[in-house]
């Protein structure tokens, strides 16, 4: 799917001090677009839009932009047999790559555990919880930085929908409004 392809997407590595307070900036530079009604060119996944507001994550976020490890864990999940798995999965370890190609460990000694058809299930919901987290940290970072120019209760009253069209403007054009302006 090419859904999302377009997207930035925050680089889960960033967490230094200077990383953070650069995403806090560019919170800072989205409330000033909220307020003063002007659109910055940032097209984010709903992955982040909805961490900006509180609302939940759903496997559907993390396929915007990487449905590659989302149909890998459909497909684990779908083995029938002990001997299917080890077939298609034979010296998968837990670990999971994160989106920007670096890979975390899933559990203690995660590289040298090997997962297996009893342990795919445990195996899928780590790696989910992993891609989930990913850039957590510079999400709560950028709405710090959004939170000191409007209020914090303002983002939480708001689907994530209405926060990226604040911020980013309309996805689409209104043809007929263009025609009837022009």
């Known amino acids: 799917s090419e859904r999302g392809k377009d997207n930035f997407v925050l680089h889960p590595q960033k967490v230094s001090a200077h990383d953070l307070s650069l ?3 560019l ?3 989205m409330g000033v677009c909220i307020r003063t009604n002007t659109n910055l060119a940032l097209n ?3 992955f982040v ?3 900006l507001v509180g609302q939940r994550l759903t496997i559907e976020d993390i396929e915007e932009f990487d449905d590659g490890i989302t149909a890998e864990l459909t497909q684990m999940l779908r083995v029938s047999s002990p001997a299917a798995f080890q077939r298609s999965w034979s010296g998968r370890s837990f ?3 994160l989106s920007d190609g670096s890979t975390v460990e899933l559990a203690e000694g995660g590289r040298e555990k090997e997962v ?3 342990t795919r299930e ?3 919901r780590k790696a989910l919880y992993e891609r989930m987290k990913e850039c957590e940290q510079q999400s709560e970072a950028i709405k710090r930085g959004i939170c000191q120019i409007i209020p914090e209760a303002l983002l939480n009253m708001v689907r994530y929908q209405e926060l990226e069209e604040w911020i980013y403007g309309k ?3 209104d043809v007929e409004l263009l025609k009837r302006h022009t």
Do not use: M
Request: glycine share 4%; no cysteine.
């Open 23 to 25: 995403f806090n900036f």
């Open 27 to 29: 919170g800072v530079l």
């Open 44 to 46: 984010l996944p709903s």
């Open 49 to 51: 839009w909805k961490q």
């Open 95 to 97: 670990t999971t790559t």
């Open 116 to 118: 297996t058809y009893e």
């Open 122 to 124: 445990d195996y899928v």
């Open 171 to 173: 996805k689409w054009i």
